[in-house]
């Protein structure tokens, strides 16, 4: 097996205790390459850090999650970008924009999600997206700045069809697919059938969103196999299949 975890965060402090048990255990059962994508900068030394001792293995991005885009957004963002400069940054993000938890800065989410774009494009980054309850919004942001060269990623989709063929349309991205798709009543299994699998790209978005038969307990990247197999399933296809499919797609995005 040699799959890749396109979202994961093993660096935060739910994995405290057996960080590394759990990247060296991910890498034996097959899941080859991670991507640490960021979300504040208080992670950034840790992020770095992964990086260089699984230096085949790990790799991080840098970027303000709109969820802790608060007050200080501006000092945030600057150190986003002093990460970019250093070119160690695997794409910019998580980015984006999320109205579920709390709407209070949305202004600052959609400027901080903009300038971040922008510097996607100068540093010749792909994007890694997030989106929750805000697909108009970031629909609106994409639209006018994406070009021929902007990439990247719709993380955690969960939206309709026509979400995800808008999406398809943009040309240069993906759609991250998790364990949300092995729950039932989720509806995203659906989605999944109708779209083609080479616009998909796997993630576990641990610690969040474990897959069944691991729905409830802290999700690894280890578990990124149940949702290849759920794929496959879906698509009716082997599972090497999935494996080399979305290992392109992956590629096409991340380069790696
Ligand atoms: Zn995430």
Known sequence: MNLIDTHTHLYVSQFDEDRHEVIKNAIK?????????????????????????????????????PSDVKENYKTELKLVEDELKKDNSIAVGEIGIDLYW????????KNT?????????????????????????????????????????????????SQAQKIINYKGFKIGINGIVTFKNSGLDKIVKEIDIKHIVLETDSPYLSPAPKRGKR??????IYIAEKISDIKG????????????????????
């Open 29 to 65: 059962s097959g899941i080859k390459k991670m991507i640490f994508p960021g979300i504040n900068s208080s992670y950034i030394n840790i992020q770095k850090q992964l990086a260089k001792d699984y230096p085949k293995n790990c790799f991080s991005a840098y970027g303000l999650h």
């Open 237 to 256: 296809i082997a599972l090497h299949e999935v494996e080399e499919i979305t290992n392109n797609n992956t590629k096409e995005i991340f380069g790696i």
């Open 219 to 224: 999700n690894e990247s280890s578990h990124l």
């Open 113 to 161: 999600f903009r300038q971040q774009i922008i510097w996607a494009k100068k540093y010749k980054l792909p994007i890694i997206i997030h989106v929750r309850e805000a697909f108009n919004e970031v629909f609106e942001i994409v639209d006018k700045l994406n070009d021929e060269n902007l990439t990247g990623v719709f993380h955690s989709f969960t939206g309709d069809i």
């Open 102 to 109: 709390d709407k209070t800065f949305i202004e600052e989410q």
